[in-house]
């Protein structure tokens, strides 16, 4: 019985994808921090489908419980077929803050556990063969403060490790979403109704279309065709329009965003995710 391991995979994004893969009859690890959503989606997924559901309570931006979550992915007795780094939350502290505390701890759980994490699942994943999916944003392509960044490098990350795994069976993807309906917003305090109704995307609809791409090896997923053209757009215009586009978008925040990892990506927050 295959096995994949999602982070944040307890609501958003993370729950689409355990409901996905338990669907087509996967085993699942959920890591998130939650203990009490853990063990009611693992209920959940048991009921719908009959598979197996382990749980690891952690905290990403704690280094011992990374630690943790590598162990599992490297036990050789257990072996994982997929892997996806999914959780993440919304940073809406400006470049210039004074204090830099919720950017480090952005940096420990979007950089440093993706990096950590990815690395375990390639190295142990060489030769057998597996997955790993990556949940960026297409605020990769945007200038959106500290948020933008960090997908910027989960996004350079995943293509340079899909160049040194390339030969080996695996393969890295790269998902950029663009707005995504998941509660995500009501926790960072992003407003749904600064953005037309055409832009928000079902959770299971990038689930799907990411699943796809992967299973095509495919190294960047930009799920949907309209935010296929969008990044196109991005990537192609003038980057003083860029800036300037990046700036409507921040400002569509709130001033009440706090980080909320454990949930995971509903991305391209009109924030900072």
């Known amino acids: 019985m295959a096995t994949a391991l999602i982070t944040g995979g307890t609501s958003g994004i993370g729950a689409a994808f355990a409901r996905q893969f338990a669907a087509k009859g ?13 063990e009611a989606m693992a209920a959940e997924l048991y009921a719908a489908s009959g598979i197996h559901v382990e749980t690891i309570t952690a905290d990403l931006a704690d280094r011992a419980d990374v630690a943790r ?3 599992r992915i490297e036990d050789a007795a ?8 999914n959780a993440g939350f919304g940073l809406g502290a400006p470049l210039t803050s004074t204090g830099t505390s919720q950017h480090e701890h952005a940096f420990e759980v979007m950089c440093r ?23 960026s944003s297409l605020q990769t392509y945007l200038a959106t403060g500290s948020y933008g960044a960090i997908k910027a490098w989960v996004t350079a990350f995943s293509e340079g490790l899909s160049v040194e795994l390339r030969g080996t069976g695996v393969t890295v993807t790269a ?35 990411a699943l796809r791409d992967a299973e095509r090896g495919r190294v960047i997923s930009i799920p949907t065709l309209r935010y296929r053209v969008l990044g196109w757009f991005a990537r192609h215009l003038p980057r003083p329009v860029i800036h300037w586009v990046s700036s409507k978008i921040s400002s569509s925040r709130t001033d009440t965003a706090r980080p909320a990892q454990g949930s995971e990506h509903s991305d391209m927050k009109a924030e900072n995710q």
């Open 26 to 38: 996967f085993d699942l690890v959920l890591v998130a921090r939650n203990e009490a959503r853990l």
């Open 69 to 71: 979550v590598v162990a």
């Open 78 to 85: 257990r072996p994982l077929e997929v892997l996806v780094n």
């Open 113 to 135: 556990a993706v990096l950590v994490l990815g690395g375990a699942a390639g190295r142990t994943m060489k030769g057998r063969g597996g997955r790993i999916i990556n949940i």
């Open 175 to 209: 998902v950029l979403p663009g707005w995504v309906r998941t509660e995500w917003h009501e926790r960072s305090g992003v407003r749904r109704s600064s953005l037309p109704a055409f832009l928000w995307t079902e959770p299971e609809t990038v689930v799907r279309i």
